[in-house]
């Protein structure tokens, strides 16, 4: 058994903080910056699931085209930005260089590229649905492209803080390992 009257850390005023260890600050940098890449990741997986399922939808005949509209060109290719959302979560859980970088250039590839296509092609329709108030694709009753514009506009935000933040990633991992190597 322990005795209640063992040692016992003096009374301090508070400042013996100074000789403690202290987490370096490209840890705390990584870590919080893999976690706002998660969340992106996360929030990226659920605007693909919504062009997928449009996609699958309209191709398998789930419901009436007059219901969910064939999906625009720049869908297709933009399925293949499940490519940089994988090498993204790979990379994450042991700071993957490799993965990371490959992430960034699929997602200008992938995702970023489609998108860019995919509002020169809707902006003649856009267009006619602006000046002349006539939509003939419709997803749920809305004008099919203004739901995939509404998509696009939240898909470019999220492709865009995913590579600033994998940057930013990238720069910390990269630094760490230089660090490493002069030591």
């Known amino acids: 058994m322990t005795s209640r009257a063992g040692h016992k850390a003096p009374v301090t005023n508070g400042s013996d903080f100074k000789n403690r260890e202290k987490v370096a600050p490209h840890y705390q940098m990584s870590a919080s910056l893999k976690s ?4 992106l990741n996360i929030v990226h997986l659920l605007v693909w699931l919504l062009v997928a399922a ?20 720049w869908e297709y290719p933009y399925l293949l930005s499940m ?9 994450l859980p042991k700071s993957n260089i490799s993965y990371l970088v490959l992430s960034m250039i699929s ?13 020169m092609e809707m902006f003649p329709v856009a267009q006619q649905l602006y000046r002349h108030g006539k939509a003939y694709r419709f997803i749920f009753g809305f004008s099919a492209v203004t739901v995939m514009y509404l998509i696009m506009v939240v898909a470019i935000q999220v492709h865009a803080w995913q590579l600033y933040y994998m940057k930013r990633l990238l720069d910390s991992w990269f630094n760490a390992t230089q660090e490493k190597k002069k030591k």
């Open 107 to 119: 997602a200008g590839l992938f995702s970023v590229a489609p998108l860019i296509y995919g509002g």
């Open 54 to 73: 449009q996609v699958v939808v309209s191709h398998f005949n789930l419901v009436s085209h007059d219901t969910v509209s064939m999906p625009y060109q």
């Open 83 to 91: 490519v940089p959302l994988l090498c993204s979560s790979l990379s």
């Open 36 to 39: 706002e890449v998660r969340r």
